[in-house]
């Protein structure tokens, strides 16, 4: 589970394993510093073939530039519900992410893992793309879709929808 704290009220307040994280302010505003991103397979992800050295018993994928992170390399900047951090380039570590700098966002998993949506290592890079899509479309059915937390290049302050009957406030 990610770690953040749930206010009765719905607003969350996530925190990242660098200890970045959302904080109310005295003025009743939040200060984001973290993102959100939600997956569901309708994304416009590609195969990911850089650095791969078959045999592999894993395959990625890539979605470019979708964020925009805070940082240049690291596994502490974000953290996913489903997923490690961890390498995906030269690597046969399955279900890992990992976010590069651009905000391009690579995921391997393992094939076995793919196999009752269909896949085979015979197909092509598009299919093996539509079969993750429907691997990624089943977490969100199953109530679990891949979300990723992550630290914003810069911070957002926001009003905040309703207050709390009581809160601790910090800067």
């Known amino acids: 589970r990610i ?5 009765e009220n ?3 307040l996530p925190k990242l394993p660098n200890s970045v994280g959302d904080k109310w302010l005295s003025n009743g505003r939040l200060l984001r510093n973290v ?3 939600v997956f569901d397979g309708l994304e416009n992800w590609t195969r990911y073939t850089g650095y791969d050295i078959e045999p592999f018993s894993t395959v990625a994928f890539r979605l470019g530039y ?4 805070a940082f240049e390399a690291g596994y502490d900047y974000y953290v996913s519900n489903i997923l490690t951090n961890g390498g995906v380039y030269r690597t046969d570590d399955a279900n890992t992410i990992f976010i590069s700098e651009n ?3 690579l995921v391997r998993l393992s094939k076995s893992d793919l196999v009752a949506y269909g896949y085979d290592d015979s197909m092509t890079n598009q299919q093996k793309v539509n079969v993750f899509k429907q691997w990624l479309a089943a977490q969100k059915d199953a109530g679990e ?3 990723v937390y992550y630290q914003l290049a810069e911070p957002i302050i926001e009003n905040a929808p309703s207050l709390p009957n009581s809160i601790d406030y910090y800067d």
Not at 3 to 7: A, G, N, R
Not at 66 to 69: C, G, H
Request: aromatic letters at 4%.
């Open 66 to 69: 979708f964020l925009s992170p």
């Open 35 to 37: 993102g959100k991103a």
């Open 103 to 105: 905000g391009s966002i």
């Open 10 to 12: 719905g607003i969350e």
């Open 3 to 7: 770690s953040s704290i749930d206010i």
């Open 145 to 147: 879709p891949l979300t």
